[in-house]
């Protein structure tokens, strides 16, 4: 595995500075070499003009956070990460690889939640290249095998969990998105650590059921919220029931006998748990007769 060694580039100023007055020198003599025929001193300038040249193919700029990576004949020597104007050696191939913080969103892949429930989903990925060494040799193509490595991670993701949880001990894919988006996070980053990346966040961008079932889960999401809610209402009826006994034993304000109890105790559940307003029936008698 080829690891990134960072390289000193020589300033670029410094080496423009000395090479443009080694080319002024060269142009005036060979002014003077023809006018005065000279041929030794004719073809020293040449060759001098001609070195000249090829030294100044040896500066290169290096924008803020981006690398160059250097190659001699096909050799890995080095990346320069220092801004500005730099030189190296002319022969050096020098590649181009940017080390900004970048993302896209994956394409909304049609998968199968753990359920066997058919599913659309979608991630954005934020990421960046922290070794250009391994991002330009240990890959083909890094950023088309970024895309790749995380469309499958977030399909391997999908077929982990649900989409939706029946109780709150279960992690689902819409009810846990920081759990899962930690969980989508490790699983890039496991498959891109070969290409020198670091992936900094990775969310559910979209999620939603296909459009096949999506009519039956929306009935079935509805049946679950109308039993949740019923439930609730029950739990709290009871609890206002069993207060309202108390009190009524505690403050001695009526003598109720288990069958008193049972009506008062049916009457109040009607009237609390009913979906409708009750119509009260008054009782203009005594309370036994």
């Known amino acids: 595995m080829i690891r990134e060694k960072e390289r000193q580039a020589v300033s670029g100023l410094a080496a423009l500075a000395l090479l443009l007055p080694v080319l002024a020198g060269c142009v005036y003599y060979f002014v003077q070499a023809v006018q005065a025929p000279n041929v030794p001193l004719l073809l020293g300038v040449l060759l001098v003009a001609v070195l000249s040249v090829v030294a100044l193919c040896g500066l290169f700029m290096v924008s803020p956070n981006e690398g160059r990576v250097l190659q001699l004949f096909g050799s890995y020597v080095g990346t320069v990460r220092q801004p500005g104007l730099r030189f190296a050696n002319p022969f050096y191939t020098k590649k181009h690889i940017s080390l ?9 892949l049609k998968v199968n939640d753990i359920e066997g429930n058919p599913i659309e989903i979608a991630a954005v990925v934020v990421w960046r290249v922290v070794d250009t060494a391994e991002a330009c ?8 095998y ?6 499958a991670a977030v399909r391997n993701m999908a077929t982990s969990y649900p989409y939706d949880a029946h109780d709150d001990k279960q992690i689902s894919m819409r009810g846990h998105t920081a759990q899962i988006a930690d969980h989508l996070k490790r699983e890039i980053q496991e498959r891109l650590a070969k290409a020198g990346v670091e992936v900094i966040e990775a969310r559910i961008s979209h999620l939603a059921y ?13 049946a679950g919220a109308i039993i949740a809610a019923r439930q609730r209402i029950v739990d709290g009826a009871v609890g206002m029931v069993e207060m309202a006994l108390e009190r ?27 979906e409708r307003a009750a119509q009260p029936v008054l009782n203009t008698g005594t309370l036994y007769q």
């Open 137 to 144: 040799f240990e890959v083909d193509n890094y950023e088309n």
């Open 248 to 274: 009524l034993d505690r403050n001695k304000v009526v003598a109720l006998d288990g069958e008193r109890k049972a009506a008062m105790v049916s009457n109040l559940l009607v009237v609390l748990c009913g």
């Open 210 to 222: 296909a459009p096949e079932i999506a009519s039956a889960m929306l009935q079935r999401q509805q």
């Open 100 to 108: 900004r913080v970048r993302n896209f969103e994956s394409a909304r």
């Open 146 to 151: 970024i895309h790749v490595q995380s469309e």
